[in-house]
């Protein structure tokens, strides 16, 4: 973005022409380009900051998916703005802003998690005029580029989102594993007793006795495991 802005400035030209031309067919290459252009320094500048600690807070909250989840905000934002934008030329990263601000606000709500609702409360408070941009207002502003973008982010939070909340599986015991029991028949009190048993894969099915010191309110050492039946036929004499 200031690169681009850079060389407009030093060569004189106006690149708004590249901008998204809603419904036209060469209007698409604004898609790729429209954002990386803006109309003077001021734009550039309100654009700037919210890209860094937007795109800041999912690289560091969200790196698996932080690369398609900006992909996906930067040009499904621009599609939508192609469809429903007036026309005229949509300029400015405005719409990647708030996908990345949607993504992130609706990420939280949509998986109930802490920390991720968390950061939806803060994307909340720091923008907080983030829902007036997408209402008609100012002619020069484009608040189609607006909803695009967030409408985009809400996209990503259910494709992308993370932070769900981890389900238990069933799944059988480990080896050296601690377990906790309660027993409500040792002495006169609810007491509590450590067993400490390995569970190998292959004898799952075998059964462990184990001897309780009523004294102490400790497991002894297991005895024998009942051998296995026999599974021969016996023999006729």
Known sequence: MWLVSFLSYLTHVNLAFLGIMPRNFLGLIGVFLGPLIHGDLLHLLSNTFPLVLLSGFILYMHRRVALKVVVLVYLLSGLLTWFIGRQAYHIGASGVVYGLAGYLLFNGFLRQNRGAMAVSLAVLFLYSGLFYGIFP???????????????????????????????????????????????????????????????????????????LDAAGLSAKVSTPAAPAPSKEKAKPK
Do not use: C
């Not at 027993?183 to 059964?207: C, D, N, R, W």
């Open 137 to 211: 207002g100012e002619e020069r502003v484009s608040w189609e580029g607006h909803l695009a973008g967030l409408l985009s982010g809400l996209v990503a939070a259910i494709t992308f989102g993370e932070g769900e909340l981890t389900r238990e599986e069933n799944r059988p015991l480990e080896p050296d594993v601690v377990q906790r029991h309660v027993s409500s028949t040792a002495g006169k009190h609810y007491q509590h007793m450590f067993i400490s048993y390995s569970v190998q894969p292959q004898e799952l099915s075998k059964p462990y006795h184990y001897t």
